[in-house]
Nanobody, 118 residues
Framework: QVQLVESGGRLVQAGGSLRLSCAAS????????MGWFRQAPGKEREFVAA????RAVYADSLKGRFTISRDSAKVYLQMNSLKPEDTAVYYC???????????????WGQGTQVTVSS
C-alpha cells in the first residue's frame, strides 16, 4: 500500500511558477514509479508527467514548461510559464512502472488545486 499526499497548489498569476510536492509513504518508494495528472473543470483527467528511477516522460503539450523530479521521499512537479489553461486539480500517482502510471496508476493522492489567473 502507498499513501500519497500532495501539497503546493495555490493561486498564481499567469507567467508565474509553482512547485508541487507529493509525499509518499508505505511501499518502498525508490522502486515505485511516480507521476502527476491533472483534471480541469468539465474535462477528463489527463497525464502530465511520470518518473522512475532512471527516466522521465511528459505529455507532449507540457514539455519545456513542466519538470518532474524526485528525491528519497518525495516527487515534485516544477511548473513554469503558467497559463490560465493550466488551472486544474493536480493529482499525484504511483505505480510499478511508467507505463502502468500512464495506463492506470495503482495509487492516487487526493489532489491539490492550482489556479492560474490571467
Amino acid at each position: 500500500q502507498v499513501q500519497l499526499v500532495e501539497s503546493g497548489g495555490r493561486l498564481v498569476q499567469a507567467g508565474g511558477s509553482l512547485r508541487l510536492s507529493c509525499a509518499a509513504s508505505g511501499r518502498t518508494f525508490s522502486s515505485t514509479a511516480m507521476g502527476w495528472f491533472r483534471q480541469a473543470p468539465g474535462k477528463e483527467r489527463e497525464f502530465v508527467a511520470a518518473i522512475s528511477s532512471w527516466r522521465a516522460v511528459y505529455a507532449d503539450s507540457l514539455k519545456g514548461r513542466f519538470t518532474i523530479s524526485r528525491d528519497s521521499a518525495k516527487v515534485y512537479l516544477q511548473m513554469n510559464s503558467l497559463k490560465p489553461e493550466d488551472t486544474a486539480v493536480y493529482y499525484c500517482a504511483a505505480g510499478s512502472s511508467i507505463p502502468t502510471i500512464q495506463a492506470k496508476p495503482n495509487y492516487w493522492g487526493q489532489g491539490t488545486q492550482v489556479t492560474v489567473s490571467s
